[in-house]
């Protein structure tokens, strides 16, 4: 599980942490209490959704913490002819005539319908460190893809990206 992860998603990662402790903590405590005072806990269906809510918050602490704990920081910055972390690129795929565009995020911030890309990623993995005009082959399952890459992006910020969930 060791992720790649650049300084922002780790400060990201932090203040989530930080709002699951301090808040989401306390209100779903709150909500077990209440619950519980309701009467024959055998029966009452508030509090068994009550104890879920705070468990699932506890497992998602602890595995944000892990995560940290296990982190590869990799940087974000990279060569202004190079694909890197947070540059948005376009790709040609030949054997479709299509081109597509994609932003190229850490794992942690992938979501493949919105168009960013994990670097961990098969075309992650294959363009990290490339440059314009680059041919490279993309290895899915049983073949191989070329891509090209047309243009590069830079001058990113990563205030907008959210990390992922569960």
């Given at each position: 599980m060791r992720e790649r992860l650049t300084e922002k998603d780790v400060e990201k990662i932090k203040e989530e942490i930080e709002y699951r402790k301090v808040v989401v903590r306390k209100r779903e405590l709150e909500a077990v209490k209440e619950a519980r005072a309701h009467g024959d806990l055998s029966e009452n269906f508030e509090y068994?959704?009550?104890?879920?809510?705070?468990?699932?918050?506890?497992?998602?602490?602890?595995?944000?913490?892990k995560m940290l704990k296990q982190a590869i920081i990799v940087g974000a910055d990279s060569a202004a002819d190079e694909v890197g972390v947070n540059d948005y690129v376009e790709v040609y795929?030949?054997?479709?005539?299509?081109?597509?565009?994609?932003?190229?995020?850490?794992?942690?911030?992938?979501?493949?319908?919105?168009?960013?890309?994990?670097?961990?990623?098969?075309?992650?993995?294959?363009?990290?460190g490339k440059k314009v005009g680059d041919t490279v082959k993309i290895s899915v399952g049983q073949g191989a893809y070329p891509v090209v890459i047309k243009k590069i992006k830079k001058n990113y910020s990563e205030e907008e990206d959210e990390i992922r969930g569960f």
């Open positions: 068994k959704a009550a104890k879920q809510d705070k468990n699932k918050n506890e497992s998602r602490i602890r595995y944000l913490e795929y030949p054997e479709d005539k299509e081109t597509e565009n994609y932003h190229l995020v850490t794992s942690i911030r992938g979501n493949s319908l919105k168009g960013k890309i994990s670097i961990e990623s098969p075309l992650g993995k294959a363009i990290i």
